[in-house]
């Protein structure tokens, strides 16, 4: 039974934590901390990618409750990069002072 993420799902989400890493990096020195939990937020979502690959992964078994919770929270992770992708590109081009 798959949890309802695939593998190439975990590769567009490591994609657009990636991404968002590098832009936050770009960003300047204020985004330094939003950097660092995005390249947290990649390193869990590398090791699920790997996880689901595996026919015997804990992940693929029929627990509905760790299902959801796992969906839940990968649903959770998508919106909060996609939230950080549009923040960064409206503010896009601000100096330190905010001008």
Not at 9 to 23: H, V
Not at 37 to 66: A, F, G, H, M, W
Not at 69 to 83: F, M, N, R
Request: aromatic content about 8%.
């Amino acid at each position: 039974m798959s949890f309802g993420y695939s593998v190439g799902d975990y590769i567009l989400l490591l994609q657009l934590a990636r991404t968002q890493y590098k832009n936050c990096v770009a960003a300047g020195d204020e985004y330094t901390e939003i950097a660092r939990e995005v390249k947290s937020l990649y390193s869990i979502l590398k090791i699920l990618k790997d996880e689901v690959k595996k026919p015997e992964s804990p992940l693929l078994r029929n627990d509905t409750k760790s299902t959801e919770e796992l969906v839940s929270a990968t649903e959770g992770c998508k919106h909060i990069l996609e939230d950080l992708q549009t923040l960064l590109a409206k503010y896009e081009g601000l100096s330190a002072d905010g001008e």
